[in-house]
């Protein structure tokens, strides 16, 4: 079967760095996407990987290791803005995207 | 404003009752879906829709019945529902559904309590 597995919770401080991992099994590979869902809003769009190695974006970097099955999503300088669940998808061979269940983030003062 | 507008945001209805749920896009995509949110679960893919055409239905019960009359609108008709069909319904949409880097933009969400 396929599979996303992402932790459940983190907690870290404000103004400090934090890595969210994901990994996957998925019949073929067409990308991994990030999203950020704040409580009761839309999960929006943060990144897409689809070649290995580093994506940045600002405070936000993704990383991707195909061989590895292996994502991380990278938030630096952390506010408490970004207190949310991000949710992990990856593409399969059959265009679907096959969602993780979020990790919740919680920043601390 | 993400483009994607969703209607009501908030429904409780009874098991008996029926109701719809609205989407609309403004983004120009081709493809809409209609997703189910549980606390602690991945998203759940439940219809899609591409350039109007069903696409896939993944094993909904019959008491959920989309329907997309356009590119741009996105209905959900609900029916006999059961309390555990109680969860965050979203919407979203793309430009073709197609190619990998296809980046889905969702609503809101309607939040459904079934009591």
């Known amino acids: 079967g396929q599979n996303i597995d992402q932790p459940t919770e983190m907690t870290a401080t404000e103004g400090a760095i934090v890595q969210i991992n994901c990994t996957y099994q998925?019949?073929?590979?067409?990308?991994l996407f990030w999203y950020q869902q704040h409580a009761g809003e839309a999960p929006t769009f943060l990144s897409y990987?689809?070649l290995d190695g580093l994506e940045e974006k600002g405070r936000f970097s993704s990383f991707l290791s195909r061989s590895k099955g292996y994502s991380y999503l990278l938030l630096k300088e952390l506010q408490m803005k970004d207190s949310a669940s991000y949710l992990c998808?990856?593409?399969?061979?059959?265009?679907?995207?096959?969602w993780g269940a979020g990790t919740k983030l919680i920043i601390k003062p | 404003e993400t483009g994607v507008t969703q209607t009501p945001r908030h429904l409780v209805m009874g098991m008996t009752n029926k109701k719809s749920l609205k989407c609309e896009q403004h983004?120009?995509?081709?493809?809409m879906y209609w997703y189910k949110q549980s606390a602690k679960k991945p998203l759940e893919l439940m219809f899609v829709?591409?350039?109007?055409?069903?696409?896939e239905n993944n094993s909904v019960p019959s008491r959920f019945s989309p329907e997309c009359p356009n590119s741009s609108h996105l209905f959900l008709h609900l029916h006999t529902l059961q309390p555990e069909d109680s969860a965050l319904y979203l919407c979203?949409?793309?430009?073709?559904?197609?190619?990998?880097?296809?980046?889905?933009?969702f609503g809101p969400g309607t939040r459904l309590t079934v009591l």
């Open positions: 979203a949409s793309s430009q073709d559904g197609e190619t990998g880097a296809d980046t889905q933009y």
């Open positions: 983004l120009g995509h081709n493809a």
């Open positions: 829709y591409n350039f109007k055409e069903q696409t």
């Open positions: 998925t019949s073929g590979f067409n990308g």
């Open positions: 990987n689809v």
């Open positions: 998808a990856v593409r399969d061979s059959n265009y679907q995207l096959i």
